[in-house]
C-alpha cells in the first residue's frame, strides 16, 4: 500500500509541472484568453464599498484609462467644463484639459481613445479625444433625446439617454445605431452611469442607488446590488475596482469585490486587455 502511495506522489510529481506549462501555454494564446476573458466575472452581490474619493468637482462623467505612463481615473466637470485625470488611489489632479463640449455628462475609454459625450451647439454631442493631449478627432451628433453616460465595449459605444429610457449601441465609426435596450422594467427609468465590468454592462438607477449587471444584447437584468448611492451621475471600471460618482455631492465611492472573486478578476481583466490588441 505505502508502495502505491509512493508511485502516486512520484506520478503526482511528474505530471505537475506539465499541467502547468499546458496551462501557461493555454492562457497566453490568443484563444485562452478570449476564453478566460468570456468566463471571467464577479456576481454583483460581491461588490462591497471599500472607500470613498473626495473631487474638486462636481463629477457628471468618469473613465478608466491606461497607458505607458500608467493607470489614470478621467473625470469630468460638469459646471467647471474640465476633464481631469486623477490619481485613481488618492484622487489627486495629475493633469486636466478642457471639455470639447459644455456641461458634459459622459465618458468612456476604449483602450486607445477617450470618448465624451456634452452639450455643443443646439444638440448633444460625442467627441473622440486624444486623452493625453485634449484633442478632437472627431465628433457626431448624440442618437436619442440626450445621453447621460459612455460605455465602450469593443466593437460598440454604448449611450445612455435617461429621456428615452434606453441605452443604445453605436458603431463608433459611422454613429448608426446597431442595437437599443430599455431600461430595467423594475427601475425607476432614471439612469445615472454605465459601464462594463467584463462584458456585463452594469446601468446604475439615479433615485434607488441599485447597480445592475445587464445583457447589452437585450438588457436581460442578470444580477443587482444597492450601492446606498442617492443620485448616481456615473461609472467606471478598472483594475478590478467599481468607481461610482454621485455628482453634486463631489465624492467617488470605491468598490471592489470580494476576495474570492478578486483574482478572477485581475486575470479577466489581463485577458480582455490581450484579446484587444490581439
Not at 485613481?88 to 489632479?93: C, D, F, L, Q
Not at 443646439?122 to 459612455?150: A, C, E, H, M, W
Not at 465590468?197 to 445592475?212: A, C, F, H, K, R
Not at 451621475?233 to 478590478?240: K, V
Request: with cysteine; glycine share 12%.
Amino acid at each position: 500500500m505505502r508502495m502505491l502511495d509512493k508511485l502516486s506522489v512520484k506520478g503526482a510529481r511528474t505530471w505537475h509541472p506539465i499541467i502547468i506549462m499546458i496551462l501557461v501555454c493555454f492562457l497566453w494564446s490568443t484563444q485562452g484568453f478570449a476564453t478566460l476573458a468570456d468566463a471571467t466575472g464577479v456576481d454583483p452581490g460581491d461588490w462591497y464599498k471599500e472607500r470613498s474619493i473626495s473631487a474638486s468637482a462636481d463629477i457628471m462623467g468618469l473613465a478608466y484609462a491606461y497607458d505607458s505612463e500608467g493607470e489614470h481615473l478621467l473625470a469630468a466637470g460638469f459646471e467647471t467644463d474640465i476633464i481631469y485625470a486623477l490619481n485613481p488611489n488618492s484622487g489627486a489632479v495629475l493633469r486636466s484639459f478642457p471639455s470639447p463640449g459644455t456641461r458634459p455628462e459622459g465618458l468612456t475609454f476604449d483602450g486607445l481613445y477617450l470618448w465624451c459625450q456634452a452639450e455643443g451647439g443646439d444638440s448633444d454631442q460625442v467627441y473622440k479625444i486624444d486623452y493625453l493631449t485634449g484633442t478632437v478627432l472627431r465628433s457626431f451628433d448624440g442618437p436619442g433625446s440626450g445621453g447621460n453616460g459612455l460605455a465602450w465595449l469593443a466593437p460598440s459605444l454604448y449611450v445612455n439617454d435617461t429621456f428615452d429610457d434606453t441605452i443604445y449601441e453605436l458603431d463608433p465609426t459611422t454613429a448608426s445605431v446597431r442595437n437599443s435596450i430599455t431600461f430595467p422594467a423594475q427601475s425607476s427609468g432614471i439612469g445615472g452611469g454605465i459601464t462594463f465590468v467584463e462584458n456585463n454592462l452594469y446601468w446604475s438607477d439615479y433615485n434607488t442607488g441599485i447597480i445592475y449587471s445587464l445583457d447589452p444584447r437585450d438588457g436581460t437584468v442578470l444580477g443587482s446590488f444597492d450601492s446606498r448611492i442617492i443620485g448616481i451621475e456615473a461609472m467606471a471600471y478598472g483594475n478590478g475596482e467599481l468607481f461610482v460618482s454621485d455628482g453634486r455631492g463631489q465624492t467617488i465611492h470605491v468598490f471592489v469585490p470580494e476576495p474570492a472573486t478578486l483574482l478572477l478578476l485581475g486575470l479577466g481583466a489581463l485577458a480582455l486587455r490581450r484579446r484587444r490588441r490581439a
